[in-house]
């Protein structure tokens, strides 16, 4: 009878334990989804905002809404990094604003300068998003054994 009942303990044991398991890796999936929808919203922000070569306050918005869980689930880097975007984006519209009131000469072509230069930016931050992202994204491989998952 104290066989069968520890037989039937442990069972119950090895099954929590896989339950455990499991929760573990759903919880990084769940982040995983949420982390990559961030980025989707960035490479998002950026795209629209190149393609289109203007300023908008509601595509800046739009990237705020979409982008402020940011705070929750990354480091200080991304969220500084989403901040320094928005603040860009706004920089942008504020040129454009510049740019049709002034008449053509120097103050003009400076704006212009300054514009273009946030655009290549928004351009070389569009190619290394996958680095700045990618240790937030990464899946260790899966590896293959009770002992390793549990400890790991």
Request: hydrophobic share 50%; glycine share 4%; charged share 30%.
């Amino acid at each position: 009878m104290a066989l069968i009942a520890a037989i039937i303990a442990f069972g119950v044991a090895l099954i929590s334990l896989q339950q455990w398991l499991l929760a573990k890796e759903k919880f990084k999936l769940d982040l995983f989804e949420k982390r990559f929808a961030i980025l989707k919203a960035v490479e998002s922000y950026l795209s629209d905002t190149i393609v289109s070569r203007k300023g908008s306050i509601e595509r800046v918005q739009q990237f705020y809404a979409n982008t402020m869980t940011a705070n929750f689930l990354f480091d200080e880097d991304i969220i500084n990094f989403a901040e320094k975007l928005k603040v860009k984006g706004l920089n942008l519209k504020d040129l454009d604003n510049v740019i049709e009131a002034l008449p053509e000469g120097d103050e003009r072509h400076e704006a212009v300068r300054q514009k273009v230069e946030i655009l290549c930016e928004f351009l070389d931050i569009q190619l290394q998003l996958k680095d700045k992202f990618s240790p937030y994204l990464k899946f260790r491989k899966w590896k293959h054994g009770l002992i390793w998952q549990i400890f790991n």
